[in-house]
């Protein structure tokens, strides 16, 4: 059998675990990304020569890169540093206190017991085992698997798993789910909260999205150095099994020939054979016709109302003061319907937002004396959920100040005084995520999570046309540094699998976990 040719358009990180698994299968593999370093979404800033993560700081699911590094004959261990946290998250409301979640269960159910009384603490042990249970159900059937469908996931849980299936509440909303468990409107929010690490809103994703409660709680790693040395590290994995890396090389066609992909051709012209393609940008480009009007009908567009969020984040240097910062830490804002009808119905800035601040020299709760910088001074990455509107609208500097002065109100009123100095601070906004990963409007998440359908309709490996396959966050099974993860494996799996049969040769050797019909 020919070694098939494929081009990887994008470096994220589907981009790269996808390159990682085809080229240790023996195929021809360049990735050809458009920034001038891998990465994606997971990238890093400078602010006074201090680099920090500007992209995802919660590090999840380390098994997925357990096994990819494994699958590959390497050992992720020995190619970076992961430490456990203990302290998974503190969350603060402006009227005082916070509350902590702890690593060890029993921890976080004295904590919420101390915070909002037994009674909570109670609800919190039957919501962490319904969120666990859901997680077990859909982990295998529905998250490793390459072709989603409600037939499809009864199928594979078989009429013994029924119930099960009926169990993970399917028609529910994720904020319905958590009113079945916490009467404390705060613990609501704060559950509810995990719609938002799929870019949805908890008022309308399917509960379902307990199960994003029950990944954060089997586990969160600090990245030593931060969460670029991830990216870094399945670059070099899939340069040592073979695969190429082209940065700053942005793909503007996938050209066609009777139908089957053929070759690609590069922003300056340069056009590149290939046997197939891997699609790691988000799968609208593809549907607007960014990679040419031929491949359009590949995929489904996402319409603008069916966007997920999008972000506005300060990277900054800056001195804090008043409030125990944790690594990760949550300000809740006073209205939570609000501020996603702002976001979702109203298609603007929210008036009160929620704060996530990641202070990224912090282990759990704690600031290393020598932690790189000016004796007072500390990394922090601040981020607000925006709409996505990036491609139509730009903020206007007094909105962006609004919202910059909103933003570091609400901090204040929990507690935490933010001594930030303009030339130490970096925005991005919906607009800047556009520019970034374009045809997305900034939505950061792919299709937003929203009705029991939504996860049905996201689009699978394998797409309309023959060798065209798709990875990344817009794919099933979804946004999240080890979803996207799942998405490149399972993407190579596919294409490895249809390589196979049509040179009428054996299958050849898919990775671990992953199943291909
Ligand atoms: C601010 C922020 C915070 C987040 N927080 C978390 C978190 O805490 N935990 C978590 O698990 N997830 C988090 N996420 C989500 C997570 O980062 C993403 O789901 C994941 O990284 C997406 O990976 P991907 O494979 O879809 O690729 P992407 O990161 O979307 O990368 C796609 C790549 O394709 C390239 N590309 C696009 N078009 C072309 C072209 N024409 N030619 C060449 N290259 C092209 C792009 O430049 C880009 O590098 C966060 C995301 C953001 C932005």
Redesign the pocket.
Known sequence: MATPRVAV???????LTAAVDLARNGCDVVV????PVP????REVHVAGAGMD???????LRRVFDELFADAGDDLDRRLTLCPATLLARHAWDAGGHLDLFADLYRSIDSIAAFAGVREAQGFVRFADHARRIHQTLDAAFMRASRPSPLGLVKRVGLAGLPRLWDIKPFDTLWQAVAQYFDDPRLRQLFGRYAT?CGSSPFEAPATLMLVAHVEQAGVWYVEGGMGRLAEQLAALAARQGAQLRCA????AIHLHKGHVHSIELADGERVAVDAVVC???NN?LATG??GRGVAHGVRATPRAARSLS?V?WNLVARTEGFPLAHHSVFFSSDYQAEFADIFKRGRLPRAPTVYVCAQDRVDDSLPPANGMTPDAERLFC?INAPAIGDTYEFTTAEMEACENRVFELLAAAGLRVHRQADLTQVSTPSD?HR???ATGGA??GPASHGWRASFTRAGARSEIPGLYL????THPG??????ATS?RLAAACLMTDYASTARSPPAVTSGGISTP
Do not use: C, H, Q, W
């Open positions: 358009i994008g470096a994220g990180i589907a981009g050809f990304e458009r920034a990465g994606g979404k997971l500007a992209g995802p700081t919660v590090f999840t690490y090389s942005e793909v503007r790691n940008a988000d480009a960014l990679f972000a984040t981020l995520f970034l990963f374009p950061l998440y990875a990344g966050g817009s946004p999240g540094v080890p979803m996207a490149g």
